[in-house]
């Protein structure tokens, strides 16, 4: 233990967590539970402890505060899965709420969850100038079990409160305060601010739990519910926390409190939290994986980005808003100025949303320069290549690279589906290829691929890590394969969706099918999105090595070489009225789709909506099964990651891997075992659905 912990009470160790020091008739309750003081068992039984002791002392207030890098952040998330073990944490806020000293919350840091509640257990609540405060159980599932949800209403008005749980957003302290959440801001040592405010304690107002609170318009709760059940896409526990409100605006506390925690309690085993949390802790290893045990980072400061297309720019944007120094370099002065043009774009971009001050973009404009000349790219510490997708293009611009830079200067490639092996061929110094494969618009999009070519030194791969760390994405490792992870799994996708449209759907209903799993959009209005152009490519440059006895549907070919390329062209898989993104059903296609069938000799038959999705994720699941037993990826999290943060799976559904755990193996088996039969050599299966 620490420094300052001192073993309260004679039952010994599980209290050393927290120390109660009376000074000066004060009780100064010390919270220390590394890393971020959560209120595990001995935190909760040195509370209690210490509502004892302060009361016994009889004194004037206590002031509870934390050790370390911040106020408690949270419930201890190892305790989930567990029976609960009293005393339970709604009970002991209950007692410091109930007893007669006057309790101040002294915070800093993140001050979050069973932290905001513990601090509204108080009758005071002082924040340190820059702590930040959140109720984030609705991200994992979960509404508040201590009190959270009845006592965050009463202390700032219903709707800020519903604003706050229903999205687990972080608020800072100025906002807090604002919204009357907090007696006072400090600055300096969150104990001696508590010691100061108790000097003059302002009369003490009536407990939160014993408050009323404002009232709202009567049909307030039934438009925020129907508001939030469109925004969740099916993700229940928005509505539940809203649930939670409602109760502590209708009910007294001694009633909504113990509904609240049932919840609570309840939640914790639904498939939807299990999901989420199995997300948050993803998002926690996924960083670390075995191949980059013993890896050192390399220090980057200055990254050459070579191609300023839709890619390119982006990439340049995210790092020059992440601190980098960053050189463009293009083809030639006129695409130089462009591509530096539109990187310029995004800056303003960023300043029309408010989210960079006109200090900072001009800050940024500085930072950037572009050149037509790789004599730029000398002094470069990692060049990020992102032009045509062409091997004979990247490979020369490599040779240019490589020719101008230090030799051990990193080189990362961008692309999408060319081998990353033969696009480094012939260059010296293999240890440091490496692929950085980003998703568009790349300054937003969450997902990094780190592609490892069998050459890439681990400090090369660390240092991969660290910068998706710095661009705010989460690097997953990939080995190569067509289309690494996201775009391979994909590819199967539409496959199989291509296939159930022979065999009897329409766009329309597998597009439903797949919104109503809990996908943004389904697979065919997605593809008018984005453009059926990138795939018709890919499609054609896979037809070489396709096997001859594969089942093949034409129908996209055809639809791109009637130029229907999607939204921007009005027409696609759907067709659409000028200037509305709203996707019509077009009798052209399916009457194509139809004729093709028919062509094809096959009897179209009809699907249920479970049918669409159980198959769809089948080929999901089978192909994110095979690129984990080939090694493409270390862990079934990996693929998780890679569909919920490049590919819109709904996260409240855990990625496929955890899906087909969920749902159990054998049933995805048997729906394997359909999708084979109906398009026979058409799938190769994974060992686990053999
Ligand atoms: P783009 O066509 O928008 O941009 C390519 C840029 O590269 C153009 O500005 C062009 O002038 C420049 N360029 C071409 N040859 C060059 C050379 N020899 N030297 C310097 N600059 C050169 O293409 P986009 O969409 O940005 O794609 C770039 C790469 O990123 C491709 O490999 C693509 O597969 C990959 N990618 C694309 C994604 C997308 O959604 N578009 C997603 C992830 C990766």
């Known amino acids: 233990m620490g420094r300052k912990a001192r073993i309260l009470g004679e039952e010994g160790d599980l209290s050393e967590v927290i120390s109660v020091t009376i000074e000066n008739g004060l009780a100064l309750v010390e919270i220390n539970n590394p890393p971020v003081n959560a209120t595990g068992l001995a935190v909760r039984i040195g509370l209690l402890k210490a509502v004892e002791k302060a009361e016994q002392e009889s004194a004037k207030a206590a002031i509870v505060y934390c050790d370390g890098r911040t106020f408690v952040a949270g419930g201890d998330i190892s305790e989930f899965g567990k029976p609960p073990q009293e005393p339970h944490l709604p009970d002991v806020y ?3 709420e109930d007893n007669s000293v006057p309790w101040i919350a002294a915070t800093h840091g993140t001050t979050l969850g069973g932290g905001f509640e513990l601090s509204m257990a108080c009758d005071f609540r002082l924040a340190q100038a820059g702590t930040k405060f959140a109720l984030p159980e609705v991200n994992l599932g979960l509404v508040p079990g201590a009190g959270g949800s009845q006592r965050l209403p009463r202390l700032i008005g219903i709707e800020a409160a519903v604003e706050l749980a229903t999205t687990g957003q972080m608020i800072d302290a100025q906002k807090l305060y604002d919204l009357g959440g907090l007696d006072q801001i400090f600055d300096g040592d969150p104990k001696e601010a508590g010691i100061a405010f108790a000097a003059s304690l302002p009369s003490q107002l009536s407990p939160l739990s014993a408050r009323g609170m404002a009232k709202v318009s009567d049909d307030y709760f039934d438009n925020k519910r129907a508001e939030l059940t469109k925004r969740a896409k099916g993700q229940t526990s928005p509505l539940d926390n809203l649930k939670a409100i409602e109760w502590a605006a209708t009910l007294p506390f001694k009633e909504g409190q113990p509904k609240e925690r049932a919840l609570h309690l309840e939640l914790r085993d639904s498939t939807q939290s299990k999901a989420l949390r199995h997300a948050f802790f993803s998002e926690r290893k996924v960083s670390k994986p075995k191949a980059i045990d013993g890896g050192n980072p390399i220090e980057l400061n200055k990254i050459v980005v070579v191609g300023g297309g839709l890619m390119g720019a982006g990439i340049a944007f995210a790092c020059l808003n992440a601190g980098y120094i960053v050189t463009l370099i293009e083809r030639d002065a006129e695409t130089a100025a462009a591509g530096r043009e539109r990187i310029e774009g995004l800056i303003a971009g960023g300043v029309k949303r408010g989210k960079i001050s006109d200090e900072k973009a001009k800050k940024l404009g500085a930072m950037l320069s572009a050149s037509d000349s790789y004599q730029a790219a000398k002094d470069a510490d990692i060049a990020i290549e992102a032009v045509f997708e062409d091997l004979a293009v990247k490979q020369q611009v490599f040779q240019s690279l490589a020719t101008h830079m230090r030799d051990d200067a990193i080189l990362a490639t961008n692309t999408s589906y060319i081998d990353p092996t033969q696009i480094f061929e012939g260059i010296s110094n293999p240890e440091r290829f490496i692929g950085l494969h980003f998703f568009s618009p790349a300054h937003i999009m969450k997902l990094l691929e780190i592609v490892r070519l069998p050459t890439t030194s681990k400090d090369v791969l660390a240092t991969g890590f660290t910068l998706g760390k710095k661009l705010r994405k989460v690097g997953v490792l990939s080995g190569i394969c067509d289309g690494f992870i996201g775009n391979r799994i994909l590819s199967a996708y539409r496959r199989q969706a291509d296939y159930l449209l022979m065999d009897g759907c329409t766009p329309k209903q597998i597009d439903d099918a797949m919104r109503g799993f809990g996908m943004p959009m389904g697979p065919y209005e997605l593809q008018d999105l984005t453009g059926l152009q990138i795939s018709w490519a890919n499609r054609k440059r896979q037809a070489a090595t396709r096997p001859t006895d594969e089942r093949y549907v034409r129908v996209g070919d055809l639809l791109c070489e009637a130029e229907r390329f999607g939204q921007r062209s009005q027409m696609g898989w759907y067709k ?23 062509d094809a000799g096959i009897e179209r038959q009809t699907f ?9 994720l089948a080929v999901m699941i089978n192909e994110g099964a095979l690129i984990v037993e080939e090694g493409i990826a270390e862990r079934g999290l990996d693929v998780d990651l890679v569909k919920i943060h490049g590919y819109g799976f709904p996260r409240w559904r855990g990625g496929p891997m955890h899906y087909a755990n969920e749902i159990g193996w054998d049933r995805v088996k048997a729906a394997m075992a359909d999708v084979a039969a109906q398009s026979p050599n058409s799938w190769r299966l994974a060992a686990r659905l053999k």
């Open 576 to 598: 659409y009225e000028e200037g509305n993104r709203q996707p019509i059903e077009d009798a052209f296609v399916t009457d194509l789709i139809e004729k093709e069938a028919s």
């Open 608 to 616: 249920t909506n479970a049918q669409i999705v159980d198959r769809l």
């Open 94 to 96: 209950q007692a410091i």
